[in-house]
T-cell receptor
Framework: DAKTTQPTSMDCAEGRAANLPCNHSTISGNEYVYWYRQIHSQGPQYIIHGLKNNETNEMASLIITEDRKSSTLILPHATLRDTAVYYCIVSVGYRDDKIIFGKGTRLHILP | DTGVSQDPRHKITKRGQNVTFRCDPISEHNRLYWYRQTLGQGPEFLTYFQNEAQLEKSRLLSDRFSAERPKGSFSTLEIQRTEQGDSAMYLC????????????FGPGTRLTVT
């Protein structure tokens, strides 16, 4: 079973920041937080991952709470192309050889 | 474009027929994964290979399913005696190897069993 809890769906206005929450209260010390997204009719796409510190790349920012029991994925300026299902996953990373997906959050970007 | 390709993209078959799907991973990626995704659900892990060795199989992978990666490059997933419950999207992913965190997914093969 997935080790994370996410809202089923969220809306965000185009151009605004989209903040997607994820709870992972049972995360272990050696587990990373990963985010993938899946645009309709495509395979999942890696977005970002982190262990303890906040991370940022060209797609998004990942904010992890100090106790590591929850995190937030931030898309700073959402566009219509960001409409997708977003999956939050915990994994030991390169040693873990499968991804356990939950149902994710369906993000709708509104024009 | 992730670089992982799958063929065919769509397959319609009658119950009881055998089907085979192919996955070509990103060149030099030694790890290859198969997942299955049904409508409204996240992808479910089926099996994975490191080079030509099949290292793990999910209990979802019944005896009717077999996967191969004969030369450590492309992989095939065969389903024998298909059932309507096999209708799903079959996704392939690859990863460079130990130390690489990201799995790169292909576009999937959508199977419909009538």
């Amino acid at each position: 079973d997935a080790k994370t809890t996410q809202p089923t769906s969220m809306d965000c206005a185009e151009g605004r920041a989209a903040n997607l929450p994820c709870n992972h209260s049972t995360i272990s010390g050696n587990e990373y937080v990963y985010w993938y997204r899946q645009i309709h009719s495509q395979g999942p796409q890696y977005i970002i991952h982190g262990l303890k510190n906040n991370e940022t790349n060209e797609m998004a920012s990942l904010i992890i709470t100090e106790d590591r029991k929850s995190s937030t994925l931030i898309l700073p300026h959402a566009t219509l192309r960001d409409t997708a299902v977003y999956y939050c996953i915990v994994s030991v990373g390169y040693r873990d050889d499968k991804i356990i997906f939950g149902k994710g959050t369906r993000l709708h970007i509104l024009p | 474009d992730t670089g992982v390709s799958q063929d065919p993209r769509h397959k319609i078959t009658k119950r009881g027929q055998n089907v085979t799907f192919r996955c070509d991973p990103i060149s030099e990626h030694n790890r290859l994964y198969w997942y299955r995704q049904t409508l409204g659900q996240g992808p479910e892990f089926l099996t994975y290979f490191q080079n030509e060795a099949q290292l793990e199989k999910s209990r979802l992978l019944s005896d009717r399913f077999s996967a191969e990666r004969p030369k450590g490059s492309f992989s095939t997933l065969e389903i024998q005696r298909t059932e309507q419950g096999d209708s799903a999207m079959y996704l392939c992913a690859s990863r460079a190897g130990q130390g690489d965190y990201e799995q790169y997914f292909g576009p999937g093969t959508r199977l419909t069993v009538t």
